[in-house]
C-alpha cells in the first residue's frame, strides 16, 4: 500500500493523519489513568501473524541506502564510542520530492517502536507493546520471534514493552537492553539486559544477563518508556513522573527518586545489587542526569550532531518538543513550573530548585491540536535529500503532523503538516542506521517514508 502526498521545501506535507481510536498515551489530568491508553489490543502476539506487504523491503525501491552520499557518522569518544551507523550528515539539498508512505509490514499486535541494530543497518527490530520484538528483512516479516518475554510484562495502555537499545558494540558483543513494566510487580519500570543467542544471530537468549535498573511505578501511566545509547556511550532511560495529577510532589525535580527525569548510566562498568551505576559527570553522582519532564515517552539522538531530541506529553494545555546539545550538560525541562513554554498559574506544591539551567521547548502544540505528542527523529537518509536536518514530531491523539530544523541553538519556525485521514494511530516514529525514517501505527502496520 502506498501513500502519495506532494510536498514543497517551503511547507512539508502530510505525511499521515491518524485517528484516536485507540489512544497509546494519557494526557490531560482529568483523564483516569484506567482510561488512558484503552481500546488497543494487549494480547501477545503471533509469530506467525505478522505480513508483509506492497515493499520490496528495507533495503529495495526508493528506500533506504539508495543514492545520496551516504556519508558515514560515528559516535562519540566517550564510552564505548556511540553507535556506528552510516547516514548522510550533509545540507538538505533541492526541494522534497512527492513523498509516500510504503506500509512494509500489518497485521501486527499492538506495535509501539522500530529500531536498528549496529550488526546490520537495515534490519529491523519491530516491538510489540505485549512483550514480543520480531524482525523485518528482505521485505518481510520473520515467522521467527527474536524475543518473547510476554510472560514478564504487564501490558496495556501505557505499561507494556516500551523500549530497546541495542549495545554500540552490538555486531561483536550482542548485547541489548529493553524497557518494560514488569508484570511480577504491579508495573514497574524495569530495564533488563539481554543477550543475542550464540546460534542464531536471529534470535535472542530467553534468559536476562543482568537488571540494568528498577523504580517504583506510582500509577499505571506515565512511564516514559525510551532507551537509548548516547554519542558518549551511556545508556539514557527516559521515566515519566509517576502519573499523580499535576505532580504535586514535585517527583519530576526530587533528586531522591527517578521519576519525571532522564537517567544516565554506564553498563560498560561493573554492576551491583541495583543495577549499572552513574555515568561519571551526572549532577551529584546521581543515577539522573534532566530533570524536569512529565512523560518523555519517545527520544531519540542526532546521529550526526549528537543533540537529544525528547517528545514531553503535556498535561492540561500544550505538548512540547525539547532538544539539548552534548555540550550542555544537564539540564532542566521545567515540569511541573513549567508546560511547554509557558508558566503553571496556581501552581502549589514545592519544587526544590536543583540549580540546573531550564531549556525552552523548539516546538510545541495545543491541545487544540492533539493531546498526546509522539517524538521523532531527525531524518538524516539519502534516499530524500531534501528532508535532512529536518526533525518530525507527532501526536497520538489526534494525528498532526509537525517539523523543525535546529542548528547552533536556533530551531526554525515549527510547520504543521497537511494530514491525510489515513486511519491512523501513530505510537512511534522509527529510523534504520542509514538515517531512513518509518511510522509505527498502534493499529498493527509499519510504513517507511520514501520519495514518489
Keep these: 500500500m502506498r501513500h502519495t502526498v506532494l510536498a514543497s521545501r517551503a511547507a512539508l506535507l502530510a505525511l499521515l493523519a491518524p485517528l484516536a481510536s485507540a489512544p497509546l498515551l494519557g494526557c490531560s489530568d482529568d483523564e483516569s489513568a484506567s482510561t488512558e491508553g484503552s481500546g488497543a489490543s494487549s494480547t501477545g502476539a503471533s509469530s506467525t501473524g505478522a505480513s508483509s ?22 559516535g562519540g569518544s566517550g564510552g564505548s564510542g556511540g553507535i556506528p551507523t552510516t547516514v548522510d550528515c550533509s545540507a538538505a ?12 509490514a500489518s497485521d501486527l499486535d499492538s506495535p509501539i517502536l522500530v529500531k536498528s541494530a549496529p550488526d546490520n543497518l537495515t534490519r529491523l527490530y519491530i516491538v510489540s507493546r505485549s512483550g514480543q520484538i520480531l524482525i523485518h528483512e528482505n521485505g518481510m516479516v520473520l ?12 501490558a496495556g495502555g501505557e505499561q507494556g514493552l516500551l523500549g530497546l537499545a541495542f549495545h554500540p558494540d552490538y555486531a561483536s558483543n550482542g548485547r541489548f537492553f529493553v524497557h518494560y513494566s514488569a508484570s511480577d510487580s504491579g ?41 537509548e545509547f548516547g554519542p558518549d556511550g551511556f545508556l539514557y532511560i527516559a521515566i515519566g513522573d509517576g502519573g499523580t495529577q499535576e505532580d504535586p510532589g514535585c517527583d519530576a525535580k526530587n533528586p531522591d527518586n527517578l ?20 555515568a561519571p559527570g551526572n549532577p551529584g553522582g546521581n543515577k ?19 543533540d537529544l531530541y525528547i517528545g514531553d506529553v503535556g498535561s492540561g494545555s500544550w505538548e512540547e518538543a525539547d532538544v ?54 531527525v531524518y538524516r537518509g539519502s534516499a530524500i535529500p531534501g528532508l535532512r536536518g529536518t526533525y518530525f514530531w507527532s501526536d497520538n491523539g489526534s494525528g498532526r503532523v509537525w517539523t523543525t530544523a535546529y542548528s547552533g541553538g536556533t530551531a526554525t519556525p515549527q510547520v504543521e503538516l497537511n494530514a491525510l485521514d489515513q486511519g491512523l494511530s501513530v505510537s512511534s516514529f522509527g529510523q534504520d542506521g542509514t538515517g531512513e525514517m518509518y511510522v509505527v501505527n498502534l493499529g498493527g502496520t509499519v510504513y517507511r517514508i520514501d520519495a514518489q
Design 259 to 278: 521519576l519525571g527525569k532522564i537517567t544516565r548510566l554506564d553498563v560498560n562498568a561493573s554492576p551491583d545489587g541495583n543495577g549499572y551505576p552513574a
Design 288 to 306: 539522573w542526569y534532566h530533570i524536569g519532564l512529565r512523560n518523555p515517552w519517545r527520544m531519540s539522538f542526532d546521529p550526526c550532531t549528537g
Design 324 to 377: 539539548v546539545t552534548q555540550a550542555q550538560g544537564a539540564v532542566d525541562f521545567g515540569w511541573p513550573i513549567r508546560e511547554g513554554a509557558h508558566d503553571l498559574g496556581g501552581y502549589d506544591g514545592t519544587c526544590e530548585d536543583q540549580g540546573l539551567p531550564i531549556v525552552e521547548p523548539i516546538g510545541e502544540h495545543s491541545h487544540s491540536q492533539g493531546d498526546s505528542i509522539i517524538g521523532g527523529y
Design 53 to 74: 506487504t506492497g515493499a520490496s523491503g528495507a533495503e529495495g525501491g526508493s528506500g533506504p541506502g539508495s543514492g545520496g552520499s551516504g556519508a558515514t557518522a560515528s
Design 93 to 104: 539539498v533541492g526541494d522534497i520530492p512527492a513523498l509516500t508512505l510504503t506500509e512494509i
Design 143 to 154: 515467522p521467527t520471534l527474536f524475543l518473547d518475554i510476554g510472560s514478564l510484562v504487564l
Design 187 to 227: 508495573g514497574d519500570t524495569t530495564i533488563m539486559e539481554y543477550h543475542r543467542s550464540d546460534g542464531d544471530p536471529l534470535v535472542a537468549d530467553p534468559s536476562p544477563v543482568q537488571l540494568v535498573l528498577q523504580h517504583d511505578t506510582a500509577q499505571p501511566n506515565h512511564n516514559g518508556g525510551s532507551i
